[in-house]
Nanobody
């Protein structure tokens, strides 16, 4: 069984930057992908980005392109989400999640975007608040 946990959230002013971390248990060879999601107050959870382990391909939701960058440290089995030019609407709880068998890519391939339905294991989220 896998586990993962997001960390690094906090309070940041509009226009600022923040880097989130997600440490996953087990080996990267044992799951297909790991992704970031977020949930704003009163809204549904939405996909941010997804990292495919076998080749390092990264998918970004259209609304996240340009300001958010996902990366991975293989030695630490940790992924990061670098968030720049933050806006108040980026406020929310950020989660990382593991896709064990690659289901997320099928959903993406159908043009439905990064969906939580394709993920198998979820970690505790970390709160990001963008406010002056």
């Amino acid at each position: 069984r896998f586990s993962c946990r997001a960390s690094g959230g906090g309070l940041v002013q509009p226009g600022g930057s923040l880097r989130l971390s997600c440490a996953a248990s087990g080996s990267a060879l044992d799951y297909n992908a790991i992704g970031w999601f977020r949930q704003a107050p009163g809204k549904e959870r939405e996909g941010v980005s997804l990292f495919r382990n076998r080749d390092g391909f990264i998918y970004y939701a259209d609304s996240m392109k340009g300001r958010f960058t996902m990366s991975r440290d293989n030695a630490k089995n940790t992924v990061y989400l670098q968030m720049n030019s933050l806006k108040p609407e980026d406020t929310g709880v950020y989660f990382c999640a593991v896709d064990r068998d690659g289901s997320s890519w099928v959903v993406i391939g159908l043009g439905l975007g990064l969906s939580e339905r394709g993920m198998d294991y979820w970690g505790k989220g970390t709160l990001v608040t963008v406010s002056s």
